[in-house]
Every structure is written in structure tokens, then in C-alpha cells.
Nanobody, 119 residues
Framework: QVQLVESGGGLVQPGGSLSLSCAAS????????MGWYRQAPGKERELVAT???????NYAESVKGRFTISRDNAKNTVYLQMISLKPEDTAAYYC?????????????WGQGTQVTVSS
């Protein structure tokens, strides 16, 4: 089994900061790309940021300059540091990972963590 668990969500005022983490556990052979996605009410799930096993990052235009994705390969953990948060950042944030498990690559999702930006 593979499990991804997110943590760090919460309520923050506009302009504030939050840091999210996602830890993968199980009989994992390897993890390639990891990423963060978000989904607001009434909207499609969208990519926020991704990071390869080698550290190459990709960001949605809406978060460039404000969010930073990083990972610790030894801990199978990916992080998302968010600053200068805006109300439009409010969403459920989901962790995703491409995992080699039981000799096959597959995509796995966390359960989501809520980020609410409001005064």
C-alpha cells in the first residue's frame, strides 16, 4: 500500500503565510515527480507546482514568486511554502506523487488539506 498524508493547512489572513507538507509511506521503491494541486468550490482541480526527483520545479503562473515547492527524497516528503496569500488561494490542496510500487509506476493522491485565506 501507498499512502500520502498532507498537513499544515488552516486559516490565514490575506498577506499571511502557510507551509504544507506531504509524506509518502508504504513499500515505495522510488518516487519520480511530486506535486501540489488545488481545488476551490465550483472549480476544476488545477496544478499549483511540481518538482522532479532531481529538483526541477514548475509553477502555475498565479503562484510564481509567492509559492516554493521543495522535497526531501530521504523522507519521501514534499513541501509547499506559501507567502503573500490571497483570498483566491483558498482551496483544498492535494499532494500527488508518481510512485514505483509493486514493480509499476502509478499516480497517488493525498486526502487533501484545506487552506482558507480570509480576514
Amino acid at each position: 500500500q501507498v499512502q500520502l498524508v498532507e498537513s499544515g493547512g488552516g486559516l490565514v489572513q490575506p498577506g499571511g503565510s502557510l507551509s504544507l507538507s506531504c509524506a509518502a509511506s508504504g513499500s515505495i521503491f522510488s518516487i519520480n515527480t511530486m506535486g501540489w494541486y488545488r481545488q476551490a468550490p465550483g472549480k476544476e482541480r488545477e496544478l499549483v507546482a511540481t518538482i522532479t526527483s532531481g529538483g526541477t520545479t514548475n509553477y502555475a503562473e498565479s503562484v510564481k514568486g509567492r509559492f516554493t515547492i521543495s522535497r526531501d527524497n530521504a523522507k519521501n516528503t514534499v513541501y509547499l511554502q506559501m507567502i503573500s496569500l490571497k483570498p483566491e488561494d483558498t482551496a483544498a490542496y492535494y499532494c500527488n506523487a508518481e510512485v514505483l510500487y509493486d514493480s509499476e509506476w502509478g499516480g497517488y493522491w493525498g486526502q487533501g488539506t484545506q487552506v482558507t485565506v480570509s480576514s
